[in-house]
Structures are given as C-alpha cells and as structure tokens.
C-alpha cells in the first residue's frame, strides 16, 4: 500500500514539475524521476527516499508558506535587522519624565501607572507608532533604574 502511494506522489511530481521546469533541468529532472520509479518498483529503493524526492516540486511553495508564518520570519529575519529593529533612546530622567507626563520622583507606582496609560494611548496595534512605543517603553526603564 505504500508503495502504491508513494508510486502516485512520484507521478504526481512528476507532471507537476515537467509543467514548471524548461529545458535541460526538465530532462535532467524526469531521467532522476524515472530512476527513482525503477529502484521502488524492484525494492532497493526505501519509500521514505522516494517520498522526499517526490516532494522536491513541493519545497519552493513550502519556503513561500513558511515566509508569511510570524514565529518563522523571527528566526529567519537576520541578526542584523534584528538590531537595527531595536533603538536605544538615550534621554535624561526629565525627558524620561516628560514622555510619561509625570515628575521626575514620582514613585515606582506612579511611573509603571503611567506608563500603562501612555501605552494604550501610542500602542502600535491601536493606531500608535513603534517608535513612540519604544520612547516610553525606555522613559519607562529609566525612570525605574
């Protein structure tokens, strides 16, 4: 049963892939294809090889998908644009202070307060900017160090 059905997805890829690739990669890609169908059907190929190489079409179309999930893009993104992403804001306690509309010995309580207000104000998800978030998010930071 396997084997029928790892006989299929080759077939399949087969087709799929004569469609997609010109020229001498198309020769090249269906002698590899028949190659594999012959070392399958006399058993001195595992279906698990034969089931990767009938994906092999498929591939270009996952990384695509792949592309648009979140948590991949954060793995895939790069070091560097992850360090251009953050800024750092170097400003005095009374900048810090003027950001969050409170006074410089305000206490810890009154700072983390209005912090949470500034953010629901200038929030990104809520029509805010990043970079007015990361400004209080900083004024925020040093006020409480």
């Known amino acids: 049963m396997i084997y029928?059905?790892?006989?299929?997805?080759?077939?399949?890829?087969?087709?799929?892939?004569?469609?997609?690739?010109?020229s001498k990669p198309k020769f090249l890609f269906l002698i590899v294809s028949i190659g594999v169908l012959y070392l399958i059907a006399t058993?001195?190929?595992?279906?698990?090889?034969a089931v990767v190489v009938a994906l092999i079409p498929v591939i270009k179309k996952l990384f695509i998908i792949f592309r648009y999930l979140p948590i991949?893009?954060?793995?895939?993104?790069?070091?560097?644009?992850?360090n251009q992403q953050k800024k750092?804001?170097?400003?005095?306690?009374?900048?810090?202070?003027?950001?969050?509309?409170?006074?410089?010995?305000?206490?810890?309580?009154?700072?983390i307060f209005a912090h949470?207000?500034?953010m629901?104000?200038?929030h990104p998800d809520k029509g805010g900017s990043k970079d007015m978030a990361s400004k209080i998010n900083a004024a925020k930071d040093i006020l409480l160090s």
């Open 120 to 122: 629901q104000k200038h």
């Open 72 to 82: 991949i893009k954060r793995f895939t993104s790069g070091y560097q644009n992850r």
């Open 4 to 22: 029928l059905i790892t006989i299929v997805l080759l077939i399949i890829s087969i087709i799929y892939a004569s469609k997609k690739i010109k």
């Open 88 to 111: 750092s804001y170097e400003m005095s306690r009374k900048e810090a202070a003027d950001i969050l509309g409170i006074s410089e010995n305000s206490s810890k309580q009154e700072i």
């Open 43 to 49: 058993g001195k190929a595992h279906w698990i090889s």
């Open 116 to 118: 949470k207000k500034e």
